[in-house]
T-cell receptor, first 113, second 114 residues
Framework: GENVEQHPSTLSVQEGDSAVIKCTYS??????FPWYKQELGKRPQLIID?????GEKKDQRIAVTLNKTAKHFSLHITETQPEDSAVYFC????????????FGSGTRLSIRP | EAGVAQSPRYKIIEKRQSVAFWCNPI?????LYWYQQILGQGPKLLIQ????????DSQLPKDRFSAERLKGVDSTLKIQPAKLEDSAVYLC????????????FGPGTRLTVL
């Protein structure tokens, strides 16, 4: 069935360094790939998304890349800051009114001072 | 704009009891989602409504879970009878049209089954 795999499950980086989280999806018809950030005890919030008609999207220190051939997409955070510490979830959807969204299992990112 | 509202925020019940959760989505949002998030895991979609129709409920344990979205606005999720493994945070989310629109999550209901 449809599946989204996310790696790594935990990631610790030095403040100021970059962090990369990777996801792979199984359904080649998927065309919408959002990333959500969930801080401890809070609700998930969208931080960036990408659609299949582009290969990369940037928003300040955050970027997402998509490789449709390989069916994987990645989140890149540059110049990490303490407030980036959270759990990050990728997701994939086929983008029709009848399609559901599937989340990855999450990556717990810790920023070391 | 007001966000997604959920109640209650916390609920503790004993196994075999029943429980119901309520969600009020953002006004005008057609699609409503119920997720189960077990500690340390990603949100698992239980059911997705578009207006008052079901888009997907393939992961809803239908022998004990039920959900409805009357009039295409508010929704309730019920568990009857509850099991220990149902302990989780139940998140409601809504999006404007379909699953390619930004989902806005509610604060969640933390359920503990003893």
């Amino acid at each position: 069935g449809e599946n989204v795999e996310q790696h790594p499950s935990t990631l610790s980086v030095q403040e100021g360094d970059s962090a990369v989280i990777k996801c792979t999806y199984s359904d080649s018809a998927s065309n919408y790939f959002p990333w959500y950030k969930q801080e401890l005890g809070k609700r998930p919030q969208l931080i960036i998304d990408i659609r299949s008609n582009v290969g990369e999207k940037k928003d300040q220190r955050i970027a997402v890349t998509l490789n449709k051939t390989a069916k994987h997409f990645s989140l890149h955070i540059t110049e990490t800051q303490p407030e980036d510490s959270a759990v990050y979830f990728c997701a994939a959807s086929k983008g029709s009114s009848a399609s559901k969204i599937i989340f990855g299992s999450g990556t717990r990112l810790s920023i070391r001072p | 704009e007001a966000g997604v509202a959920q109640s209650p925020r916390y609920k503790i019940i004993e196994k075999r009891q029943s429980v119901a959760f309520w969600c009020n989505p953002i006004s005008g949002h057609a699609t409503l989602y119920w997720y189960q998030q077990i500690l340390g895991q990603g949100p698992k979609l239980l059911i997705q409504f578009q207006n008052n129709g079901v888009v997907d409920d393939s992961q809803l344990p239908k022998d004990r879970f039920s959900a409805e979205r009357l009039k295409g606005v508010d929704s309730t999720l019920k568990i009857q009878p509850a099991k220990l493994e149902d302990s989780a945070v139940y998140l409601c989310a809504s999006s404007f049209a379909d699953s390619t629109d930004t989902q806005y999550f509610g604060p969640g209901t933390r359920l503990t089954v003893l």
